[in-house]
């Protein structure tokens, strides 16, 4: 029997083995695609980075070399020679040290090795001239035109008459080093791959059955459509860009305490993708939504993403604290909206871009303005804003300072009495205020005169009256945000990153490598002043990492592979010309998401098949050997689903998924071994009922100490920081997930109920197995995968319930439920092709 439909309880342990090795070897023996020529930014300069910088770079130039500038590569070493002669291999010592096998000469170091495709890159860049070129991603953007590509040489589709320009782009790269892109997908394969992308849930059998048999010209374009539209597709996209802002719903550390309300975060999030606000103006609220001419609930929601960092509540120093919660708003807003490290020169002038210190505290000081997440003494008060309606906020308002006056009137009177009280008394009510309130509910009243006595309880029946008021007030409606400003500093250097050792003053200003800086602002309008600069349509960074982070969803990497790395450590973009074209694209379209997941989905490289029949193969010719980790996107890659893509999917064939979105987070049932992991067991995690616990992935609560465990061992990133993109492991854990926990036999069992029902009906007994166990197997595969069983799949599976229950005494229901469990364990169900 063949892997991918092997219906058997360990087929996934299998896949597991199998996946894995085929990650080594595709990472051992991938090829390097041919350049035309070689560019210092893209080529070089990482490499010069990784092996040589340590000891001819910004810190050291040993022997008078370093490499990281032109002037100091091409100068005279203190030897008398030249480390890169332009033009000449040869009399280049640098070449000369990499090549020798005198181990006193050798460079770099042993251990640390360049290969021979890196030796080859340096040796043909020098012969080239060893021009020093500016890094691509700290150019202006481009205006690229879309390359000439006969309709014959791409696999245009219905009635297109043009080649899309994204095929252009593409089939460009391959024709030029004689490689051919593989032909399109089959319909079944495409709905359940635009499906999960867009959704995160597979289509249903109908809506496979519809579009395999929609022959319409734009059925393609309508399925499209019709997921965008659903509320699922911000839930999808929602939970992208959370990775991103580091979302989590608690402050970590020991006591890991709730953020409270930073669910509504989360929903503002998924509603502005579901509305397709434009990018532009959903990073302005973010950023400086409390300071928009209008602010409004949404906008000062958005500003919740100053309040999702970690927070010590007990600091050994505080001032460290403060400048490292600074420093994560620093990281997180300089790599998610800018793909840049800027946080790496918060010590020391950057290692390998042009970002000096200043730089980074010129952007901190954009920040001067916002508060702590807390105080010990007050922990909401600086990050929950009310929004309620100006009549509640001023009642309770109102009972606030009510109750506050006569407090203040019955403490007097307590004083009163206190005064007369022994020496040991009064010291105690000065002491912890349980043992104030002891010694005033035992001694007071004996210390009180008559008159002062009736007063005392009267004040005591209006402070419960107030209460009892505010008690019945309808609840204040606040958010997770800047609540208040704090009170702008002067920022300086600090020497080292040391925030007890400032230097040199610092104004806001932007990276040196942009080349521009602010304008005249308010100093309270800073952080305004950041959003519109980053937002700019002229910005060189903001438009090529959001498309950039669009089509890493789309076909599993970026154009560049470091999506929050833009910098020279970065990974080089392999389309250039076609990243700077769909930024152009994308603010020409507004800024509008949804128009560009049309317009990449609507390309014949999105539409491309995954694997390949031998004909098929035969038609690509070296391709897969020539580019084997496609690079140049001949083929799509093959995708395992993520954490919540594998849950959800679960609930949803199992027709216990809870559709209703939006709402405060629910609590997935957990065991008391996994709540005992924290430092105060099980604290903090609540109770759901079912049908909450039936919602999808993206509500479940999000505690930075108590992550749920499926979803870990399915790579669910670690919250405390921006996550460019999830590793994608194949590892036994997830096996085990799949097979063992107390979730899956769950809805196991009701993925079986739900077959039974649909083939006779919501009255079908639970514990007896159908007369037909072809048609049981045929209607799990079907319910599973939206296709019918195989010839092979329904012999296998007859096997498989006769020896669970004749070998193994196992209950006909029971065994029902392990062959619908061993369906779910389906490489074709955790993967998309």
Not at 150 to 172: M, Y
Request: proline share 6%; glycine share 6%.
């Amino acid at each position: 029997m063949t892997l991918p439909h092997q219906p058997r309880i360990v087929h996934h342990l299998v896949l597991v083995a199998t996946f894995l090795t085929t990650a080594v070897l595709t990472a051992t023996f991938q090829a390097p695609v041919a350049q035309a020529e070689v560019d210092y930014a893209r080529d070089v300069q990482p490499i010069l980075a990784r092996k040589c910088f340590a000891c001819h770079g910004p810190d050291e130039a040993e022997s008078g070399v370093a490499f990281h500038q032109a002037d100091l590569a091409l100068a005279e070493a203190d030897s008398g020679e030249f480390a890169i002669v332009p033009g000449d291999v040869e009399a280049s010592g640098m070449i000369t040290r990499i090549l020798t096998d005198d181990e006193y000469e050798q460079m770099p170091p042993e251990g640390n090795r360049l290969s021979e495709s890196e030796i080859a890159t340096l040796k043909q860049w020098i012969d080239e001239g060893a021009a020093f070129s500016r890094h691509w991603a700290f150019e202006p953007l481009s205006t690229p035109v879309v390359p000439e590509i006969s309709r014959e040489s791409a696999h245009t589709s219905g009635n297109a008459n043009d080649v899309h320009p994204i095929d252009a782009f593409v089939l460009s790269r391959l024709n030029s080093v004689g490689l051919t892109q593989a032909p399109p997908a089959d319909k079944r394969t495409l709905i359940r791959r635009v499906t999960y992308d867009l959704t995160g849930l597979p289509p249903t059998p109908e809506q496979v059955s519809q579009f395999v048999a929609d022959s319409a010209p734009d059925a393609y374009e309508r399925l499209i459509d019709r997921l965008l539209a659903s509320h699922h597709y911000g839930e999808r996209w929602g939970r992208h860009w959370l990775d991103l802002v580091r979302f989590a719903e608690t402050n970590s550390f020991e006591r890991d305490a709730a953020k409270p309300n930073a669910w509504k975060y989360r929903d503002y999030v998924i509603r502005s993708f579901n509305d397709d606000k434009p990018y532009d103006q959903f990073v302005l609220e973010q950023l400086a939504g409390d300071l928009l001419d209008q602010p409004s609930t949404e906008s000062l929601t958005a500003t919740g993403y100053y309040r999702l960092g970690i927070w010590d509540d007990e600091p050994a120093d505080p001032l460290q604290a403060r400048y490292d919660e600074l420093d994560d708003l620093v990281t997180t807003t300089g790599q998610a909206f800018l793909a840049l490290t800027i946080n790496c020169a918060r010590c020391h002038d950057h290692k390998i871009d042009p970002i000096p210190t200043t730089d980074y505290y010129g952007m901190l000081a954009f920040f001067a303005d916002v508060t702590s997440y807390a105080t010990r003494s007050n922990m909401t008060g600086n990050n929950q804003v009310d929004v309620s309606s100006p009549d509640l906020i001023e009642q309770y308002r109102q009972c606030d300072e009510d109750a506050a006056r006569i407090q203040a009137k019955l403490k007097r009177i307590e004083q009163a009495g206190v005064v007369h009280m022994s020496a040991a008394d009064q010291r105690a009510t000065e002491g912890p205020k349980r043992d104030r309130l002891r010694i005033l509910r035992e001694k007071l009243d004996q210390h009180l005169t008559d008159e002062q006595r009736v007063r005392y309880a009267s004040l005591g029946e209006q402070l419960k009256a107030v209460t009892k008021h505010r008690k019945n007030l309808p609840p204040r409606d606040q958010i997770l945000g800047l609540a208040r400003k704090r009170q702008i500093e002067k920022t300086f250097v600090m020497y080292r990153g040391n925030p007890h050792s400032p230097t040199d003053l610092v104004t806001p200003r932007f990276p040196e490598i942009f080349e521009e800086q602010p304008s005249d602002f308010d100093d309270d309008q800073r952080r305004l002043e950041l959003a519109r600069w980053i937002t700019s349509p002229t910005n060189r960074l903001t438009s090529r990492v959001i498309v950039n982070r669009i089509w890493q969803h789309h076909f599993g990497r970026g154009i560049v592979r470091s999506a929050n790395n833009f910098g020279q450590l970065g990974t080089p973009p392999t389309h250039p010309l076609l990243l700077d074209y769909l930024a152009g694209v994308f603010i020409d379209n507004g800024w509008q998401i949804k128009a560009m997941h049309r317009f990449i989905m609507t390309s014949q490289t999105y539409r491309a098949a995954a694997t390949l029949t031998p004909n098929q193969m035969h038609a690509v010719g070296d391709t897969a050997t020539i580019d084997p980790g496609n690079d140049l996107f001949w083929r799509f890659d093959p995708r395992r689903l993520s954490a919540e893509e594998v849950r959800d999917s679960i609930l949803a064939v199992a027709g216990t998924l809870n559709p209703i979105p939006y709402g405060p987070s629910f609590y997935e049932d957990l065991s008391p071994e996994v709540l005992a992991g924290q430092s105060r067991p099980g604290k903090g995690w609540g109770k759901s009922n079912e049908s909450e616990r039936n919602r999808r992935s993206v509500y479940i609560h999000v505690k930075r100490s108590l992550l749920t465990p499926m979803l870990s061992a399915f790579d669910f990133p670690e919250p405390d920081t921006t996550c460019e993109a999830r590793f994608a492991t194949l590892q036994p854990g997830q096996a085990m997930s799949l097979l063992n926990s107390d979730f899956i036999h769950k809805k196991a069992s009701q993925l079986a109920e739900a077959v039974r029902n649909d083939i006779r009906g919501e009255s079908a007994p639970t514990n007896t197995i159908l007369e037909s166990q072809e048609l049981f197997i045929n209607a799990v595969i079907h319910r599973v995968l939206g296709r019918n069983a195989t010839t092979d799949e329904i012999d296998d599976g007859i096997a498989l319930l006769e020896e669970l229950i004749t070998h193994h005494g196992v209950p006909p229901y029971r065994a029902e439920s392990l062959y619908a469990l061993s369906v779910l364990n389906w490489n074709e169900f955790i993967f998309v092709f």
